[in-house]
């Protein structure tokens, strides 16, 4: 017997046992998830020094859904929208310099880029999301070069995040296997 297998047995005998839902187990299993991925992200970062780590922790958060096919799709949605909108927001940290208008005009361009062109729907917030984050940096600190490292900085946050999250439940879909309750079975609601 394979130790996918056992592990889905071994699941569905404790789902039984403490008279749980399908829907209880994937919200236990979100949770360990989380836990798992916080913890690789919060001390990786830690590691090399990043002092505030929360845009990988919330973009981890986003990624790190149960169901591995959601957590592959929220990756590449959030990934695309994380690209469109680092590549917007550079583009007006260099040509619009410290204009404070660069911002909401940025935003609104960014956003018709994400949902015109690439149309990418799932996570389309994500892209003006991520020019804000890059624009910002370049007026917080008034030069487009400091600027454009730390909103690349975060960026790389966040496509770190969304990784961890994507792997972590990509590996406890294989770990610990989950299957909806067939029609008929007790669901211990």
């Known amino acids: 017997m394979s130790a996918e297998r056992r592990g889905a047995r071994q699941a569905e005998a404790l789902r039984k046992r403490l008279g749980l839902s399908y829907d209880h187990v994937v919200g236990l299993r979100f949770a360990v998830n989380v836990f798992i991925a916080t913890s690789i ?83 389309w917030r994500q892209a003006p999301i991520t020019a804000a984050v890059v624009i910002a940096s370049g007026l917080t600190y008034q030069s487009a070069t400091l600027g454009i490292e730390k909103g690349l900085h975060k960026v790389a946050e966040v496509i770190f995040g969304c990784l961890v999250g994507a792997l972590v439940s990509w590996f406890m879909s294989h770990f610990w296997l989950l299957r909806p309750a067939a029609a008929g079975d007790d669901e211990g609601d």
């Open 41 to 123: 992200v919060w001390f990786t970062l830690r590691a090399i020094g990043d002092s505030n780590p929360i845009w990988a922790i919330a973009s981890m958060v986003a990624a790190s859904d149960p169901e591995p096919v959601e957590a592959r799709r929220m990756f590449r949605s959030r990934l695309v929208n994380v690209l469109v909108g680092c590549a917007t927001g550079l583009v007006f940290v260099v040509v619009g310099g410290d204009n404070q208008w660069m911002l909401p005009l940025a935003l609104a361009i960014t956003v018709l880029v994400s949902t015109w062109v690439i149309r990418v729907k799932t996570m």
